[in-house]
C-alpha cells in the first residue's frame, strides 16, 4: 500500500463499550436513512473500502439518495471479504477475548496445529493491543461484549436482506445451517452450558448427538466425530463472497454511485468540517461532506493516532476440491477452530489467524495447517492452494 501521510483527520467510531449500556435502546431503534430534504443537496460521500462494509454502506447510501464515491485500491470483494469464511455467523456472539482463551493461550503458541501464529519480532508492537485483549477478557466486561454482539446480530439478517434481494445477490446464499463438533466426549457434555447462555442471549441452537450429526453429515469421519455438535439452524453460508460484494457494488452504481479502483493515501478534514482526500491516482484532493472509513486494517494508517486501535489479524484460508460433496453445510472442528464451509465444487477451510504486521509475508504454518484439516470430514479433498489473504 502506498505511504500514507498522518494528517489532522477526526475520526469519530464507536467501541462496544460506548453503546453496551444503550443497546437495545440505540441499535434497535436507529432511524432509517433518509432522503435529502426537498430543495437541499445530497451529501457528498466517500466510502474508502470496497469490502463487504464498504459495499453495504455505499448501497445503503446510494438507496437514501445521497451522491457515492466508493474507493478501493483492488476493486470490489477483495482482501478479507474474498478470503473470510462465506458465512453469516448471526450466531456469533461470543467474543474471542475471553477467560478461555486465555487459558488455552499457552498451548495455541507451541501446537504445530494451533490455529494462532504470532510473528515474534512484531511482539512490541502488540503489546498495547494485547494488553487491551487481556482486559477484555474480564468476565464482566465479556458479559457486556456479548450484549452487544448480540442486539448487532440480531440486525444483521434484516440489514442485509433488501441490499441482497436488489442486488440479486440472494441467489448465492444457502440457508443450512452450521455445525460445530466436538473432539471429546467431556466437551461436548461441556456446551450444553455454552448451548444455554447462547439461548440466553437470542440464539437458537441445539446439542445434537453424534448419530444425529452423522445423519447431517454422513461423509464425516466417524472417529473423530463420535462425541455430537452444537448446530446453529440460523447459519447461512455464501458460495460465493466475492461474487456477493460485486453484485452489491453494481447495484449501488446503478443508483448512481461511482466506483474508483484507487488507493486512498491521505484524509484531512477542513475548519468548516468537510473532508479532502486523496489518492494515489490524482494529483488534486478531493471534497467530501462525509467519509465512510471501511479498509479494514488499512484504515489505521489513514485515521491514525485520532482513529480506533487496530492491529492486523491476517486470516488465511486453503480451497479443496470436492468431488463427493463433502459437506452439505459449514462445519467446524471445535478443538482446534478449523471452519470448513462448501462452496459449489469446492470446499474452503480457514480459521487460522497470524498476529502481524500488514507488510509481513505470510507465514507458511497456518497454510500447512489447514491443509491437515479436512481428514475430520471423510473421503479427503485435493487441496488447490488459493492467494493468502490477511486481514
Not at 500447512?368 to 481428514?375: F, H, K, Q, Y
Request: proline share 9%; aromatic share 6%.
Amino acid at each position: 500500500m502506498t505511504s500514507v501521510a498522518r494528517t489532522p483527520f477526526r475520526c469519530r467510531y464507536h467501541t462496544a463499550g460506548d453503546i453496551s449500556g444503550h443497546a437495545g435502546r440505540v441499535l434497535d431503534r436507529a432511524p432509517p436513512l433518509q432522503p435529502p430534504a426537498p430543495g437541499s443537496r445530497p451529501l457528498q460521500i466517500a466510502v474508502v473500502g470496497a469490502g463487504a462494509v464498504g459495499a453495504a454502506s455505499a448501497l445503503w447510501l446510494a438507496r437514501s439518495g445521497q451522491r457515492v464515491t466508493l474507493f478501493d485500491r483492488l476493486g470490489p470483494g477483495e482482501g478479507a471479504s474474498y478470503g473470510n469464511a462465506c458465512s453469516f455467523a448471526t450466531y456469533a456472539v461470543h467474543p474471542i477475548a475471553r477467560p478461555d482463551t486465555l487459558r488455552k493461550l499457552p498451548r495455541m503458541l507451541v501446537d504445530p496445529e494451533s490455529p494462532l501464529a504470532i510473528r515474534w519480532r512484531h511482539l512490541p508492537d502488540l503489546a498495547g493491543w494485547l494488553a487491551r485483549f487481556l482486559w477484555a477478557s474480564r468476565p464482566s466486561r465479556v458479559a457486556e461484549i456479548e450484549q452487544v454482539l448480540a442486539s448487532l446480530m440480531s440486525m444483521a439478517e434484516s440489514g442485509w436482506r433488501p441490499l441482497l434481494e436488489e442486488s440479486g445477490a440472494d441467489s448465492l446464499l444457502r440457508r443450512r445451517g452450521c455445525l460445530y463438533v466436538h473432539g471429546s466426549r467431556a466437551s461436548h457434555e461441556a456446551a450444553a452450558l455454552a448451548v444455554a447462555e447462547d439461548r440466553g442471549l437470542g440464539v437458537d441452537a441445539e446439542l445434537i448427538s453424534a448419530e444425529q450429526l452423522h445423519e447431517m453429515e454422513p461423509r464425516l469421519n466417524r472417529s473423530l466425530t463420535a462425541h455430537g455438535a452444537v448446530y446453529y439452524p440460523s447459519g447461512v453460508h455464501v458460495v460465493d463472497p466475492r461474487r456477493l460484494v460485486r453484485l452489491v457494488v453494481e447495484e449501488a452504481m446503478r443508483r448512481g454511485a461511482t466506483l474508483r479502483k484507487a488507493d486512498v493515501t491521505a484524509l484531512h478534514q477542513r475548519p468548516d468540517g468537510r473532508v479532502e482526500l486523496r489518492s494515489a491516482v490524482s494529483p488534486d484532493a478531493e471534497t467530501f461532506d462525509r467519509v465512510v472509513l471501511a479498509a479494514g486494517a488499512w484504515s489505521r494508517r489513514l485515521a491514525g493516532r485520532r482513529g480506533p486501535p487496530l492491529e492486523t489479524e491476517r486470516g488465511y484460508h486453503v480451497m479443496f476440491t470436492q468431488d463427493h460433496d463433502v459437506l452439505s453445510r459449514p462445519t467446524a472442528w471445535e478443538p482446534v477452530g478449523f471452519y470448513m464451509t462448501p462452496m459449489d465444487d469446492r470446499l474452503r477451510v480457514a480459521g487460522t489467524v497470524a498476529l502481524a504486521s500488514l507488510d509481513t509475508p505470510a507465514p507458511q504454518r497456518p497454510l500447512d495447517t489447514l491443509e491437515l484439516a479436512p481428514r475430520h470430514a471423510g473421503p479427503r479433498p485435493r487441496p488447490l492452494r488459493s492467494p493468502v489473504v490477511g486481514f
